[in-house]
């Protein structure tokens, strides 16, 4: 089959587009508000850009509490949401009043960054404490900014928990990261995974 985007005539059920995009990783992304209040949202258009420097990015659909926040502080988290805590990230998705902590409302302990000032998830496997570096919304083909707002940001500290680490590397099949699949799936990073060696060619 074959549909223009435009019109969205795909005729399925629903659209297929973010389930081809898969698995997405989960950006699990903690802020605080200019006034102390915590946030906790997770991203599935998140992911890692570079690594010299530690760049990493996620995409907000509507200009949301995460973003507001990092526009008036400059700093967030990213937690690692692996297969142990899904049920709570689910939880911290759900959409709440801005005053509403869904750190309190998912049970889960909030940690303040040792560089930055915002909290992330005391459980999770791996952290990353992130200072922002841009925010900008992504124009369409007809150059009008679109309903979203990308932030960046350059990581500068990591936790990992020794829970995770086996021979100095992290093992995937302990950390166990959520992916999103499209629709209401999800998929866990550790049920098979294999490794392969970059050929050499010539």
């Known amino acids: 089959m074959f549909y223009e985007t435009a019109q969205n005539a795909h005729g399925l059920k629903h659209d297929p587009f973010k389930a081809i995009v898969a698995p997405r990783p989960i950006g699990w992304i903690g802020t605080k508000a200019a006034n102390g209040g915590r946030n906790l949202s997770p991203y599935s258009f998140f992911n890692a850009i570079s690594d010299r420097p530690k760049l990493v990015m996620f995409s907000s659909s509507g200009h949301k509490d995460s973003v507001t926040n990092i526009e008036e502080t400059g700093v967030f988290t990213c937690s690692l949401a692996s297969r142990h805590l899904a049920e709570q990230m689910n939880l911290s998705s759900a959409t709440v ?71 100095g590397m992290i093992d995937m099949a302990v950390a166990r990261p959520l992916g999103r699949m499209g629709y209401m799936d999800y998929a866990d990073g550790g049920a098979d995974v294999f490794a392969m060696t970059r050929p050499k060619v010539g």
């Open 97 to 167: 009043p801005r005053e509403i902590d869904e750190f309190e409302l998912a049970k889960l302990t909030p940690v303040t960054g040792r560089l930055v000032d915002a909290p992330y998830v005391g459980e999770a496997y791996a952290v990353l404490e992130c200072r922002a570096t841009q925010i900008l919304r992504p124009a369409d083909i007809e150059g009008r900014e679109t309903d979203n707002w990308v932030v960046f940001g350059q990581v500068v500290g990591i936790h990992i928990s020794p829970e995770i680490l086996r021979d």
